[in-house]
Each structure stands twice: as structure tokens, then as C-alpha cells.
């Protein structure tokens, strides 16, 4: 069995050609591809552009060839996302799911949405006050928020964002083995307990993914 892990993509206006040629590349290689949040810099269902249309059209391609697409939602993607179910994506928050003899747990992160990222993503008042606002007006606010986002991701203390991290996985290593997540830029594989936390490569920055196979857990940097 093998399985890619991606996250942090971060597509904006204009298609990240490498990561296209990626997904085409993969097709009939791998059982299941897990997108593990954050594959758009902001995606709402009013207005999807031409870049993003074409990663729906690669993954088609994919679960044509028999692969099993999951999405992860991140912190950049409003809910509900009906175009991915209806291709036939699994969709949701976080995953518990049995890969070889593990059980893992997958999520974008380990702390969740803040609150106001909660109303504005995933409550109903929040994608009314989306749906009547001007589809390019909401798209261009929505990227400039998602590129705020990402500087103070990289400015907060990462002592502090540290320590939360491994109380969050100090839980969840007593009910898995395999704990993924993207979000944090910093790529690494961690082991306690008998447990493995594993943070995913931010793609914009090594082309980096993770490969599961026969057991094996492995980070793959394209770019370095």
C-alpha cells in the first residue's frame, strides 16, 4: 500500500505548475492521497478560479486511476465544500483512519480553528455574510487575510507554539500511533511512547510531501 501526504500549498490567483504536473505524475502510483489542509490560499464555493479548476480536474484524473482522495480542511478553506463531494473527495476536519497495521490520526492542526475563524469558515452566518458579498471582493480580502496568516505563523513564538503542540500529542499518542499534521513549517518526524508525530513540508518552499509505504514513513523533499 503506498499513501502521499500534502499540505500547505497555498495556491492563489495563478496555478503552482509544479504541483500540477505532480498530481498528473502520481496518477495509477498511489493508493490514497491525503491533502492535509491549506492546498488554497482561500477557497470559498462562490468563486472558484481557473487554477483551482484544474487541481479539481487533476484529482479526477486520480480517483480515475483508483486513487482514494481525502481533504483535510485547513485553516484557509470555508466550509461546505459540495464541489469536492460531489467529485467524490472524503471531506472533513480530521481523519482517524487505519494505514497498514496503524492507527493515525490526520488533521491540518492540533489546536483547531480560532473563533473567529470559526464564523467566518464554518458557521452558517459566516458564509451568508460570504454569499452577498462581490465574489472578486471577497476573493482578493481572502488572500490578503491568508497571506496576514502566514506571516504571524511565522512570527509567533515558537517556543510557546511548541509546547502546545506536544501537550496536544501527548493526548492523542494514547489512542495512535501516527499523529499528521501540516500548518506548522516545520517538517520533522518525532517519536515517543511508541508514537510518531509527523509534520508535513510546507510545499511552497521544498516541493517536500510525505510517502507511507510497506511500513514505512518517509519525508520527500524535491527541492532543496
Known amino acids: 500500500m503506498i499513501a502521499y501526504f500534502v499540505a500547505d500549498v497555498h495556491l492563489g490567483r495563478k496555478n503552482d505548475g509544479r504541483f500540477l504536473r505532480w498530481l498528473y505524475k502520481i496518477c495509477g502510483e498511489v493508493d490514497h492521497l491525503f491533502m492535509v489542509g491549506d492546498i488554497f490560499d482561500f ?7 481557473k487554477a483551482y479548476s484544474e487541481v479539481m480536474q487533476a484529482l479526477t484524473q486520480l480517483m480515475h486511476r483508483g486513487t482514494k482522495v481525502y481533504y483535510v480542511l485547513g485553516n484557509h478553506e470555508m466550509y461546505p465544500v459540495e464541489r469536492f463531494k460531489s467529485m467524490g473527495l472524503w471531506v472533513g ?22 473563533r473567529g475563524q470559526k464564523f467566518m469558515l464554518r458557521s452558517k452566518a459566516g458564509h451568508l455574510l460570504s454569499s452577498i458579498v462581490p465574489r ?11 497571506k496576514t496568516s502566514c506571516l504571524w505563523d511565522r ?14 500529542w501527548a493526548t492523542l499518542r494514547k489512542y495512535y500511533d501516527v499523529v499528521v499534521v501540516g500548518h506548522y513549517h516545520t517538517p520533522c518526524i518525532k517519536e515517543k511512547d511508541g508514537s510518531k508525530l ?14 507511507y509505504e510497506d511500513g514505512e514513513w518517509r519525508l520527500i523533499h524535491s527541492r532543496r
Do not use: C, Q
Request: hydrophobic fraction near 45%; charged fraction near 25%; charge should be positive.
Open 155 to 168: 512570527l509567533r513564538n515558537r517556543r510557546r507554539m511548541w509546547s502546545k503542540i506536544e501537550a496536544n
Open 43 to 49: 477557497y470559498f464555493e462562490y468563486h472558484i478560479p
Open 136 to 146: 472578486e471582493t471577497l476573493f482578493e480580502a481572502g488572500l490578503l487575510w491568508a
Open 198 to 211: 509527523i509534520i508535513l513540508p510546507v510545499w511552497t518552499k521544498s516541493w517536500g510531501y510525505l510517502r
Open 93 to 114: 476536519d480530521r481523519i482517524a483512519i487505519d494505514i497498514g497495521t496503524n492507527k493515525v490520526f490526520i488533521a491540518h492542526n492540533l489546536e483547531g480553528l480560532s
